[in-house]
């Protein structure tokens, strides 16, 4: 079975081929196909998967190319992690939006629905060629902001194209983990948009363990997000939030920190990331040493300026591992490729999951997968504050969507506009403005 993985000199690459090591079971994957843009990256990628493969019986053989085509052809499953401008572009987001007092997070505000705006008519291009290439291939898309690249793509491939992200994982593996319970035998009642979605109870053995939980002052205040958003707000949502709604909640907070951090997010990886390519180029390096050191300070490092805000500090130590986004990816292509049924929170077509939301809105909520793909779960309906949050970030997704096909500014515009973080018309058109002179991608939205 082939995998074919886009934005293959990507630093997270090496997560996926490792959750692949571990799989030695009848139908796994036994060849890996990277492609990127960048020949430097592409090289130094292969040479960690090299490293990690060392003495690994059946590891899967793994080839790089920079021919899109020859990438996907005879591809049974693709996973998309492109960045359309690359960390330099993220940096830039977030400098312009700052620059404007509002907020550049990468999926979340301005910066990401500049990045949006970036990468969609490149998801859209590539969804088009894996439809005329490999149309019987199953994608997984892990590209930001995912689900509104999952929501385009879906207009080509339709439900061959599932969005994974690590946050709500990692979150139900954490609350899970202070209430006691296997996080691989809980029920995780979680709901929301990519990036905006609420953990609304964990159930074992048929009991809702959550309320426990937030009847706890000194089990809230025990890992990331209890921590993050305080407990007296978490027994006011009665829910756990995903991390990123800390943008929402405490937004003044979080722009302040950013704007008085010595670098944003994205300098900060844009920097890391090319010394851990520059040390590539060294005779004698440990290409798996060199990108084990850089992983462990990106994970401790992940939403320190959210942390600041909060007043909380370092992680901990067991926050510090992650959803495992390719894990996900895993078990998703086994259920797929093998039938091995099991649920999973992924990004996918709503259907009639969320009745606030059209059946082709993409939303992330918990997925019964087999043999023929990822089905939504009933959920119960969202409360009203829930449902406000949820309505206008689709419909600012939606404008996007149209804006990148239209070409038009003036939907551009609109976009960012109507985006609860952006409150002002006269901000969203400096924005555009700002958006457009910077990115030669964005060249397209200047009639």
């Excluded at 439900?159 to 709500?168: F, H, L, Q, T």
């Excluded at 990331?273 to 990108?291: I, N, V």
Aim: aromatic share 6%; glycine share 12%; charged share 25%.
């Amino acid at each position: 079975m082939k995998l074919t993985i886009l934005g293959g000199g990507g630093f997270r690459v090496p997560l996926v081929y490792g959750a692949l090591l571990g799989d030695h079971a009848e139908g796994r994957v036994t060849h890996v196909t990277l492609y990127d843009l960048d020949e430097g990256r592409l090289s130094a990628i292969a040479r960690v998967l090299a490293e990690q493969g060392e003495g690994v019986p059946d590891a899967p053989g793994v080839t790089a190319t920079t021919d899109l085509d020859e990438a996907l052809r005879g591809a049974d499953f693709v996973f998309s992690a492109i960045r359309v401008g690359g960390l330099e572009g993220r940096a830039a987001d977030e400098r312009i939006a700052l620059d404007e007092g509002v907020l550049g997070q990468e999926t979340v505000g301005a910066g990401g629905i500049a990045y949006g705006l970036r990468t969609v008519p490149v998801a859209v291009r590539v969804a088009r060629r894996i439809a005329e290439l490999a149309p019987d291939a199953w994608v997984i898309n892990f590209t930001n902001p995912a689900g509104l690249v999952t929501e385009a793509m879906s207009r080509i491939l339709g439900d061959r194209v599932v969005g994974i992200c690590d946050s709500p994982v990692g979150l139900g593996r954490r609350v899970a983990r202070i209430l006691g319970a296997d996080p691989d035998e809980a029920w995780i009642d979680y709901v929301g948009l990519n990036h905006l979605g609420w953990l609304r109870g964990l159930r074992v053995g048929g009991r809702d363990e959550l309320p426990r939980l937030l009847a706890d002052e000194e089990a809230l205040g025990s890992f990331e997000e209890g921590r993050l958003f305080g407990a007296e707000w978490l027994r006011s949502l009665g829910a756990i939030p995903n991390e990123y709604l800390h943008y929402y909640y405490f937004n003044r907070e979080a722009v302040r920190a950013y704007r008085t951090a010595e670098r944003t997010r994205g300098a900060y990886l844009r920097d890391q990331q090319a010394g851990f390519y520059r040390e590539m180029g060294k005779p004698g390096t440990s290409a798996l040493a060199a990108w084990r050191r850089t992983l462990a300070d990106r994970e401790a490092t992940y939403m320190a300026a959210n942390r600041e805000a909060a007043g909380i500090g370092e992680r901990n130590e067991e926050d510090l591992e992650s959803g495992g986004y390719e894990k996900v990816a895993l078990a998703l292509m086994r259920a797929v490729a093998r039938d091995e049924r099991t649920t999973l929170i992924l990004n996918v077509r709503n259907g009639t999951t969320l009745g606030a939301l059209d059946a082709d809105a993409v939303v992330e909520v918990p997925c019964f997968v087999d043999a023929n793909g990822a089905h939504p779960v009933a959920v119960s309906p969202l409360p009203y504050h829930a449902v406000g949050l949820v309505t206008a970030v689709k419909a600012v997704e939606r404008e996007v969507l149209a804006a990148a096909e239209s070409g038009s500014r003036a939907t551009a515009v609109k976009a960012f506009a109507l985006h609860p973080l952006v409150d002002s018309v006269a901000v969203a058109r400096r924005l555009v403005d700002g958006y457009t002179a910077e990115h030669p991608g964005l060249a397209y939205l200047r009639r």
